[in-house]
């Protein structure tokens, strides 16, 4: 038998190489004799097309089952046969096969990948990006305790939020959100239109002054419903990571470029202020200068007062 060595592979073809393997129950340089067995018989068989979309479908589930251990917190890799359990299927061989590309999963089972992979069912059914589509629904025009709830609401199939990470880009200031919900890969990311920087206008002084507000809220509420998380990340790596390579708006919070960081808890607080550590450049002159704007407005102080007193919601 002739035997090929083969150098330069790119990281992400070998992880589809190797979620292939798995799929199959083969190792990989089993896969890859099979692999290149298919490639050759196929340019003698002219492919229908069915064929060539059943192929598309699987390789887009082998992506996202790629993207889903990338983010996977538990020590073994999920795989077809969990997909199958999760689905409540008691034949895994079916499962199994629409990740092979065997057998092509009807709309309302693709649909339902979809949800359990955290995707876009428009794109794995259809190819239209974005791969991971936002389906927020929350109102950052409130603040205070109003937002907090809109931001700890759960999804629209009743998950509840287990965690919200708080992401400042370097360079724009501009938040990035991402929501977190129990039970299901599917998350909420979203830009709310925040530009946490002295806008040097009283417009922009007023909409930080309501985010002190409702950071106050959500550092009352941290621990209690939810966990929340604070980020300083890189200029251009959202665009990189999510836009451009198409993975999970998680794998964002992994990469070295986006640094945990818990300027979130201290910008509103007026003690926190005369602290050294600035989180980025004139941040300090900044916060003092929309705590003076909080301060100037009653509501916003009640606000705080109640948030405080830990007071319910008027209707």
């Known amino acids: 038998m002739r035997k090929l060595s083969v150098r330069n592979i790119p990281e992400e073809i070998y992880a589809a190489l190797e979620s292939l393997a798995e799929v199959n129950m ?9 692999s290149i067995q298919q490639c050759v018989n196929a340019t003698s068989e002219k492919k229908t097309s069915s064929d ?3 192929d598309a479908v699987s390789k887009r589930l082998i992506q996202v089952l790629n993207e889903a251990n990338k983010i996977n917190k538990k020590s073994s890799k999920l ?7 999760e689905m409540g299927y008691e034949s895994i061989g079916t499962v199994t096969d629409w990740f092979n590309g065997d057998i092509l999963p009807t709309l309302s089972e693709m649909k339902e990948l979809s949800e359990v992979l955290g995707c876009s069912s428009n794109w794995l059914i259809h190819g239209d990006l974005p791969v991971y589509r936002p389906k927020t629904r929350i109102d950052l025009d409130k603040y ?19 965690s919200i990470h708080l992401i400042r880009e370097c360079g724009t ?7 977190e919900f129990e039970g299901v890969r599917t998350v909420d990311a979203f830009w709310p239109g925040i ?22 809220g959500l550092y009352y509420t941290y621990g209690k419903k939810i ?65 003076r704007h909080v301060d100037s407005n009653p509501r916003l102080v009640d606000e705080i007062d109640a948030i405080k007193k830990q007071l319910p919601l008027e209707d």
């Open 195 to 216: 530009n946490i920087i002295d806008s040097g206008h009283i417009r922009g002084e007023s909409a930080l002054a309501r985010f002190f507000v409702t950071l106050c």
């Open 173 to 179: 200031g501009s938040l990035l959100i991402i929501r």
């Open 79 to 85: 795989k077809p046969t969990h997909i199958a359990e």
């Open 144 to 162: 205070g305790r109003y937002a907090v709830e809109e931001l700890t609401k759960a999804d629209e199939k009743g998950n509840k939020v287990k």
């Open 26 to 34: 083969r190792s990989v340089e089993a896969q890859v004799r099979y």
């Open 52 to 54: 060539i979309y059943r």
């Open 227 to 291: 966990l929340v998380h604070g980020y300083l990340m890189q200029e251009g790596v959202h665009q990189e990571i999510c836009e451009e390579k198409h993975q999970h708006p998680l794998t964002l919070l992994q990469d070295y470029r986006t640094i945990p960081s818990m300027w979130w808890e201290d910008i509103w607080d007026k003690i926190q202020n005369d602290r050294k550590k600035e989180y980025w450049e004139d941040e300090k002159s900044t916060s003092a200068t929309i705590q």
